[in-house]
């Protein structure tokens, strides 16, 4: 199988081989992001073991059959010999001895601490409330025994459009499907081999085997516990849109505390949702939420919050979900193009680097209604503002005009940098109005210049 990226990861990873005394490093991501290949392909040769929930003594016999002919009569004896005796030992889904035998980690830092060997022993797992818990919580008997704690997290979209790219798919078609996907490599394979993407969505998520449709569930409620409930309806609230914490208590229906205690752990503790700021505004008030994970973003919107629709049924779901699957991708589409302005930049196609980057929203003056710009990059001297369309028609001069009223209503002295990106290209009109001669226009070359730029 191909290896794909994690260049920077695997030069550190290696680095480690060569250190002269004992370290412990922390290696955690969600599900699927590819932990446990990373760790392999780095070291072929090491002890590893898998912590499965079966019960201590059946996991303690196990193990020992891993390392020596015969048994341990206790945890402390079993570390004492792995550590011992091995230069590199990876246990994987370490998190479960919270429900296997949680006394195993006041034993393991026992013994760690009264270890004299050079062994680097790497700890990994995939609930990341659980593994900061036990190696960041000052109250924990690990906390402070780890050299490094490394948050393995999805491909940038970069990293994707090279992997899909390799796979044969055009820019358009590797930008509808990170929308969906991500940059999760267990995901990007089922696209292995090419087809039409509605298709690939029904055997991925509608199918009655899809094997995606269950996924959400199988990612969150081992590590949201009893309380997934209260998670999954924020999630689902939240959907694929910017919330505010009024719209999300209002929706959901729960007292405003609860709705801030769940938001600040999504966000703070398992770093699901992230905090939408108003780049141009100087009250911190009307902070917005979304969702970071592109997979779940898609899972909740289309899947979790229609179950009811794909149990009895699913080709009506799936219909719903190809009817609008262009409106959601079309906001993935403003975050990706947010993440990839540094390579408009090298590419000169802006004149200037913003320092910052972010979004921003209003009241168009003397009205009740409300504006929205997709991008706004600031510096010292300027602002860059642009506009993000993913729509199969080219953009006019109606839309060109509606951007422009927007410019409008910022109220800045720095001089402002027009863009406009569209899929689809422009109209030829567009180009001939003057109104328009200082707005750059990229269309989906322009987008595919600046992804494979060299």
């Known amino acids: 199988m191909e290896f794909f990226d994690r260049a920077k990861e695997k030069y550190f990873l290696d680095g480690l081989r060569h250190k002269s005394e004992k370290q412990m490093i922390v290696v955690y991501g969600r599900r699927r992001i590819g932990k446990t290949m990373l760790l392999k392909h780095v070291y072929p040769y090491a002890k590893y073991l898998f912590v499965d929930t079966r019960s201590k003594e059946t996991l303690l016999k196990d193990f020992s059959e891993h390392i020596f002919d015969g048994v341990f009569g206790s945890w402390e004896a079993f570390f004492k010999h792995l550590l011992n005796n091995n230069d590199i030992v990876i246990i994987d889904e370490f998190q479960n001895f919270l429900r296997v035998d949680n006394s195993v980690f006041s034993i393991l830092q026992k013994v760690w601490d009264g270890l004299d060997s050079k062994v680097l022993l790497i700890l990994c797992g995939s609930y990341t409330g659980m593994m900061k818990h036990i190696f960041l919580d000052y109250k924990e008997p690990l906390f402070g025994r780890s050299a490094y704690q490394i948050n393995l997290k999805e491909f940038d979209f970069i990293e994707t459009a090279k992997m899909l790219n390799f796979f044969g798919y055009d820019t358009d078609e590797i ?4 929308s969906v996907f991500g940059g999760i490599p267990k995901y990007l394979w089922y696209l292995k081999t090419k087809e039409e993407f509605k298709i690939q969505i029904k055997n991925l998520f509608f199918d009655e085997l899809a094997p995606l449709r269950e996924e959400g569930k199988n990612l969150l409620i081992g590590e949201f516990g009893s309380e997934h409930r209260g998670y999954f309806s924020i999630l689902e609230k939240i959907g694929c849109f910017d919330k505010e914490i009024g719209e999300i208590v209002d929706k959901t229906g729960m007292e405003r505390t609860k709705v801030m205690k769940y938001i600040s752990e999504l966000a703070d503790y398992y770093g699901i949702i992230e905090k939408v ?3 141009l505004c100087v009250s911190k008030r009307g902070i917005r939420y979304r969702i970071k994970d592109n997979f779940l973003n898609f899972w909740f919107k289309y899947i979790y919050s229609n179950q009811d629709k794909i149990e009895f049924n699913p080709e009506n779901a799936f219909n719903f979900a190809v009817k609008n699957i262009n409106e959601f991708i079309g906001r993935i589409f403003e975050e990706i193009i947010k993440s990839i302005i540094p390579n408009f930049y090298k590419a000169g196609l802006i004149p ?9 929203w209003g009241k168009i003056p003397h009205s009740k209604d409300v504006y929205e710009i997709d991008i706004v990059g600031e510096s010292k001297d300027a602002l860059l503002i642009a506009e993000c369309k993913w729509r199969n028609k080219k953009t006019s001069i109606k839309d ?4 422009l ?3 409008t209503y910022i109220n800045d002295k720095r001089k402002i940098i027009k863009v406009f990106i569209s899929k689809s290209g422009f109209e030829n009109n567009v180009f001939s109005d003057k109104n328009t001669f200082d707005i750059i226009k990229i269309d989906i070359k322009g987008v595919e210049r600046v992804i494979f730029l060299k």
């Open 175 to 178: 930008i509808d499907r990170y």
């Open 352 to 360: 200037f680097l913003p320092e910052t980057i972010g979004k921003h």
């Open 405 to 407: 009223n927007k410019c």
């Open 277 to 279: 700021e108003n780049k």
């Open 400 to 403: 060109m005009d509606n951007f």
